[in-house]
């Protein structure tokens, strides 16, 4: 359960890293750069907001929590002694900020990014052609 929950963090954090930086390698215009770039960031911020919701229910379903007991419980009926305190745990970790007020913060922090990937290319392409000019 955790390689697959490391996975999906991983490949979501190259998505987010690199999509811009290969859209600049392939010399894509600006308009375009930031189409493909802002929607494939945007898709997985929503996943990565998503992501660790999903798990935690994922892993009470598997541990027999109901969420749906009106009573502590009710709730750890079918879950082992054992994991009891592990199952509360979980369930109380679902509470706080929600996974779309998450992916809002998420989404105003990293949209500029590939406008900062494309000033970078740009700074650096006018800065190649004033030094190779001078060397000519």
């Known amino acids: 359960m955790e390689f697959l929950d490391l996975s999906v963090k991983l490949l979501m954090l190259l998505t987010i890293v690199f999509t811009p930086v290969y859209c600049v390698y392939k010399s894509y215009s600006y308009l ?65 900020v929600g996974w779309p007020l998450k992916a809002l913060i998420w989404m105003v922090i990293l949209l500029p990014y590939p406008s900062i990937v494309w000033l970078f290319k740009f700074s650096y392409r006018k800065l190649m052609n004033k030094f190779c000019a001078k060397n000519t």
């Open 32 to 96: 375009k750069l930031y189409l493909i770039s802002a929607s494939l960031i945007s898709l997985a911020i929503i996943s990565g907001a998503y992501w660790p919701h999903f798990y935690t229910g994922m892993r009470l379903d598997l541990l027999g929590y109901d969420p749906l007991g009106f009573s502590e419980c009710e709730r750890l009926k079918k879950v082992a002694p054992e994991m009891r305190e592990i199952a509360t745990q979980l369930y109380w970790s679902n509470m706080g």
